[in-house]
């Protein structure tokens, strides 16, 4: 590539971005579900980067998990479900310190340019939703799209953008979850993933995978312990006509955690080796296919 071609190829490239993020909203705060002081946030927090944590927010199933055992949160039958609009429910289960921690190994492991805190993203603004190319979500036996959120999600995956699901467990929370992912693609089915597809080997060769258990799984004894009993990890994918990964979910596993406890000693260190490796093969995949 001659220094001409190559002088004109960054400057589209930087106008791009910069045209990008002249429509993105704001960055945001929501509470949480997780019992967190306030996170202070980091000085950097407002930098201008080329990949950003977004992380979907989206409406409560009717049988949620957390909506049915809402008082261990402080909601529920005194004052009925938040709106989830305003955070407090499912999509906020690891929010905000796995984002955050995720990004910082981000931007340790890799060259990509990420800013270090997340962004909610709202699919029912449209006019945000399709500026922030990779997302995340979780407790996926926890949510429930309308049509027109399931329309606008499709659109987005069939457009280029790629999305990363986590932390459902169990026969009831995978129908729960494809309840509403048969609203986004009902002609499109999830697989499991093969070793040898790329989105396993770009930055990391990660064919030998385990199963990763959430902090909670990891107590002794109680209903929470026992969702993980007796599950096996799948790597499942759903892909566009050009085998491209468009939706990448990791089901009975849970990543969040692996992220989320990454700094805390009592969490075992194998579990977030190996959550973080998978996330950062999934961001470099992204943003390369």
């Known amino acids: 590539m001659n220094s001409q071609r190559a002088f004109w190829l960054l400057g589209g490239g930087l106008v791009l971005i910069g045209a990008m993020y002249a429509f993105q909203r704001p960055f945001r705060v929501y509470p949480s579900m997780e019992p967190y002081d306030n996170i202070p946030l980091p000085p950097d ?173 990891l107590r002794r004894g109680g209903y929470m312990s026992q969702r993980a009993t007796g599950t096996v990890a799948h790597w499942l994918g759903i892909y566009d006509d050009k085998q491209r990964v468009m939706v990448a979910m990791s089901f009975n596993s849970d990543l969040g955690d692996s992220w989320e406890w990454a700094d805390d000693p009592r969490y075992p260190e194998k579990f977030s080796a190996l959550g973080i490796r998978i996330g950062v093969n999934y961001v470099v995949y992204a943003m390369t296919h």
Do not use: C
């Open 45 to 217: 927090y407002q930098e201008k980067t080329e990949w950003v944590f977004a992380r979907l927010m989206y409406p409560e199933h009717p049988n949620a998990l957390f909506s049915r055992r809402g008082r261990f949160f402080g909601y529920g039958a005194g004052g009925g479900t938040p709106d989830w609009r305003e955070g407090f429910t499912s999509w906020t289960q690891d929010y905000p310190r796995a984002d955050r921690h995720f990004a910082a190994a981000l931007r340790r492991l890799t060259r990509v340019h990420a800013r270090s805190v997340e962004q909610p993203v709202n699919p029912d603004d449209a006019g945000d939703f399709f500026n922030w190319p990779w997302m995340n979500a979780g407790e996926m036996g926890d949510w429930k799209l309308t049509a027109a959120q399931a329309k606008t999600l499709r659109e987005y995956l069939l457009r280029g953008g790629f999305l990363m699901l986590d932390d459902f467990w169990g026969p009831e929370e995978y129908a729960r979850f494809d309840e509403s992912m048969r609203r986004v693609f009902p002609d499109r089915r999830a697989v499991d993933m093969d070793n040898k597809d790329a989105i396993f080997h770009t930055v990391y060769d990660l064919d030998d995978r385990y199963q990763v258990l959430g902090q909670w799984a």
